[in-house]
């Protein structure tokens, strides 16, 4: 590698050259330290014959370590000011693409079956973009593609969300639909100075791996009724619980059946537990 783009003086260099300034509406804080970003690229590699899909490159701090270490890169860019950059930036790498589009209108079992199709592993990386960090997780998540893993950034606070444990004020409806979906193991914590420009908050990186899902769930139902249970977080689950199933008795008898205190809130219960009163009432029907 020549010079790594992450540092505070490369830069402000390559913004100054191509008369560039970040754009607050597409989430651009550009990382500035190469120890994060060679960090990211090292845990989202995880084969030799990696593909690594990158999300918004912007001027490429990430993306050139990730051409370091993968087989090949593909990027997806929604800013049309920046191809010609990366062309620049990025001019000494073969196994880089860089695609311009939104990548919340890409057909993402389509670019993924593409590289399976050749024998590679897909693995997803980014410094995600943070007003729709959400939304680009869940398209991944419901995309139902064979990835490998996601290791990406986000604000902190959401982060916290995704992984948090039972018991906890993070721990939400979020949390049980992705805990459900995929293993999250928490790989970093990034303060926000190490970015540019400087955001107001702290970021953390997670990785996401698939489980298993479980044979004959209704996954929609299932995360209906997780959400209902979390509707009003300080009432018991008895009464979000009963809203959902229109009355009472009902609502008590399978919390019942379930070995679930109808005092309990929502935010006490296990993903396992959630698992067990949907089985209940799907046996009931
Ligand atoms: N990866 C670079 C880094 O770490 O320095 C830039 C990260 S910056 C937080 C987010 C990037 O995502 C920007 O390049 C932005 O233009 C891009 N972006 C924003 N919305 C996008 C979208 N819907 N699809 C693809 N890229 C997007």
Redesign the pocket.
Same mark, same amino acid.
Do not use: C, S
């Given at each position: 590698m020549k010079k790594p783009?992450?540092t505070p003086s490369r #830069?402000k260099e390559i913004l100054e050259t191509h008369d560039l300034f970040?754009?607050k509406n597409?989430? @651009?804080? +550009?990382? #500035?330290e190469p120890s994060v970003?060679e960090k %990211?690229a090292r845990s989202a590699i995880v084969s030799d014959h990696c593909v690594v899909f =990158? *999300?918004?490159?912007? %001027?490429?701090?990430?993306?050139q370590y990730l051409c370091e270490y993968a087989k090949e890169v593909v990027c997806? =860019? %929604? !800013?049309e000011r920046?191809p010609h950059v990366l062309a620049d930036t990025l001019s000494e790498y073969t196994n880089v693409s860089v695609v311009l @589009? !939104? +990548?919340?209108?890409i057909d993402l079992r389509e670019w993924v079956n593409r590289y399976r199709e050749k024998g590679m592993d897909v693995v997803i990386a980014?410094?995600?973009?943070?007003? *729709?960090t959400t939304p680009?997780l869940f398209k991944i998540f419901e995309s139902n593609a064979d990835i490998a893993a996601i290791t990406v950034?986000m604000q902190k606070e959401v982060a916290d969300r995704f992984h948090a444990k039972v018991n906890t004020k993070e721990y939400n409806a979020l949390s049980i639909i992705t805990q459900y979906r995929c293993d999250v193991r928490a790989v970093m914590k990034v303060p926000k100075n190490v +970015?540019?420009p400087k955001p107001n908050v702290d970021s953390a990186v997670l990785q996401f791996t698939f489980r298993k899902h479980y044979a004959n769930l209704k996954e929609e139902s299932f995360f209906a009724m997780v959400k209902a249970c979390f509707k009003q977080r300080r009432k018991t689950i008895l009464n979000n619980f009963q809203e959902y199933c229109s009355d009472k008795e009902t609502a008590k008898a399978y919390l019942e059946k379930a070995d679930i205190d109808a005092k309990r809130r929502a935010e006490s219960l296990t993903l396992d537990e959630f698992l067990h009163l949907y089985e209940v009432m799907q046996d009931d029907r």
């Open positions: 783009i992450a #830069t970040a754009k597409y989430g @651009q804080n +550009f990382l #500035t970003v %990211i =990158e *999300i918004g490159p912007g %001027i490429g701090a990430l993306t997806f =860019e %929604i !800013d920046l @589009q !939104d +990548f919340l209108t980014a410094n995600l973009p943070y007003y *729709i680009i950034m +970015f540019h």
